[in-house]
């Protein structure tokens, strides 16, 4: 059974191998976009940047100001879930953009790092819930003869801090 920290571990670890979330924001009409997540750094520990279009809905309703939003990740393994809530801020810092900019950004903005349409945005992350999956071929195999599933699911959750 993981332990709360165990699967804030995790998490960091998926989203910095796994990159792809979907994310919005809390006041808008509900819906969600895939955004690729980049981590600053080593560390595991927020803010969570995206390169984004100036033109999108999300960064039309943010203009200039903070606004809580979350992002959802689904490990590519299927593995590991998490919803984490937090804010959401244009933050077209420079130096940010030089350490985060690769080949794959690149390719999205015609006019490199200088694009008018190039955004960033920086995720400052500030609760979560975080599941492991429990679905096993194990699991499977009890629910068939009958075991209560929810003993598998007991302590595969935590909800934390991410600030």
Not at 3 to 20: C, G, K, N, V
Not at 129 to 152: R, S, V
Request: glycine share 8%; hydrophobic share 40%; charged share 25%.
């Amino acid at each position: 059974m993981p332990t709360p920290a165990e699967l804030t571990q995790s998490f960091w670890t998926h989203l910095r191998s796994d990159m792809t979330v979907m994310a919005g924001l809390s006041a808008e009409d509900g819906h969600m976009r895939p955004l690729t997540a980049q981590l600053d750094g080593e560390g595991d520990h927020g803010p969570v940047w995206f390169f984004t279009a100036k033109d999108t809905d999300m960064v039309e309703a943010l203009g200039a100001e903070s606004k809580k939003g979350s992002i959802t990740l689904t490990s590519k393994s299927h593995d590991l879930f998490a919803c984490v809530h937090g804010t959401f801020v244009v933050d077209n810092d420079r130096a940010v953009i030089d350490r985060l900019w690769n080949r794959w950004v690149a390719a999205w903005y015609e006019e490199g790092k200088d694009d008018p349409k190039l955004v960033l945005l920086r995720f400052d992350p500030q609760k979560a819930e975080i599941w492991e999956n429990a679905t096993t071929l194990w699991a499977g195999i009890k629910l068939m003869m009958g075991a209560d599933p929810k003993e598998d699911y007991e302590g595969k959750v935590a909800k934390v801090a991410l600030r």
